[in-house]
Nanobody
């Protein structure tokens, strides 16, 4: 079955760094578009960063995280990462790993979420 193992979340001070990892299984990872989303209480889930398949390697970021976050993937390890630097309190949210795959990328899978809290 499709499975995600997310890790790397936790409590960090403003200005600090965290690296989230998402190890995926149950689908062809190398053919999937991978992304990270986040959701804070009372807010809509928002796209944070997205990376296309390794053959193109295109990345895009929400304006709020540009220059601070970096998404990357390691297809040999079926893993997508989110390096988060210079964290701000407004980055506090539950972060979800997402995969889009299949014909026309119409099939979506979601991780369980990992909590990131930025506070002094």
């Amino acid at each position: 079955q499709v499975q995600f193992v997310e890790s790397g979340g936790g409590l960090v001070q403003p200005g600090g760094s965290l690296r989230l990892s998402c190890v995926a299984s149950g689908f062809t990872f190398s053919s999937a578009i991978m992304s990270w989303h986040r959701q804070a209480p009372g807010k809509e889930r928002e796209l944070v960063a997205i990376v296309s398949t390794r053959t193109s390697g295109n990345t895009n970021y929400a304006d709020s995280v540009k220059g601070r976050f970096t998404i990357s993937r390691d297809d040999a390890k079926n893993t997508v990462y989110l390096q988060m630097d210079n964290l701000k309190p407004e980055d506090t949210a539950l972060y979800f790993c997402n995969a889009r795959t299949g014909f026309l990328y119409k099939t979506a899978y979601w991780g369980q979420g990992t909590q990131v809290t930025v506070s002094s």
